[in-house]
T-cell receptor, first 112, second 112 residues
Framework: DQQVKQNSPSLSVQEGRISILNCDYT??????FLWYKKYPAEGPTFLIS???IKDKNEDGRFTVFLNKSAKHLSLHIVPSQPGDSAVYFC???????????WGAGTKLIIKP | NAGVTQTPKFQVLKTGQSMTLQCAQD?????MYWYRQDPGMGLRLIYY???????DKGEVPNGYNVSRLNKREFSLRLESAAPSQTSVYFC???????????FGSGTQLSVL
């Protein structure tokens, strides 16, 4: 039973355009949602997060949107750059539980 | 500026052999984690340590043991390796119960 799902294993986007990565979840008790970025042969690195009391959080080129009624969040990258090519993981957590639940990841490829 | 250091980076074991994966962090974090990542799946928590001297089982603890030697170090031991333990293992740390984790670069383990 996957509580966090990333249905697109890969996504290809032209440099300079917008990249939109999607994530769905089933547990309505999740309080925090996060995006991590992973390059080959490296560990994941934290990118951006959002609390369930918000519907948008922005950090530079990265914006995360949360739609609680649809149990859906998305990460927008504008404009996309070659260095953004990586695997992006969505993760979620309840406030009372230290355990992060992770999606399977989406491989983003930025084409020059 | 080491962050989280894992050793070894690669290891091949025969079924039934034992080994210990080492992890150390220099960020003075209280919490440390061991995850495994398998193809097509998100990261899954093996064990968690909230502070020196305490450990808790995560989602997939069977076949593993851990030791929180001190605040810096958190080791993962496979007593009798099985092919199902072939995976990439990541150690991580965080400040308290923060959802922002800092990861090591991983250990690629193959059990033949």
């Amino acid at each position: 039973d996957q509580q966090v799902k990333q249905n697109s294993p890969s996504l290809s986007v032209q440099e300079g355009r917008i990249s939109i990565l999607n994530c769905d979840y089933t547990n309505s008790m999740f309080d925090y949602f996060l995006w991590y970025k992973k390059y080959p042969a490296e560990g994941p690195t934290f990118l951006i997060s959002i609390s369930s009391i918000k519907d948008k959080n922005e950090d530079g080129r990265f914006t995360v949107f949360l739609n609680k009624s649809a149990k859906h969040l998305s990460l927008h990258i504008v404009p996309s750059q070659p260095g953004d090519s990586a695997v992006y993981f969505c993760a979620a957590r309840e406030d009372s539980n230290y355990q992060l639940i992770w999606g399977a990841g989406t491989k983003l490829i930025i084409k020059p | 500026n080491a962050g989280v250091t894992q050793t070894p980076k690669f290891q091949v074991l025969k079924t039934g052999q034992s080994m210990t994966l080492q992890c150390a962090q220099d960020m003075n974090h209280n919490s440390m984690y061991w995850y495994r990542q398998d193809p097509g799946m998100g990261l899954r928590l093996i064990y968690y340590s909230a502070s020196e001297g305490t450990t808790d089982k995560g989602e997939v603890p069977n076949g593993y043991n851990v030791s929180r030697l001190n605040k810096r170090e958190f080791s993962l031991r496979l007593e009798s390796a099985a092919p199902s333990q072939t995976s990439v293992y990541f150690c991580a740390s965080s400040e308290g119960n923060s959802e922002k984790l800092f990861f090591g670069s991983g250990t690629q383990l193959s059990v033949l």
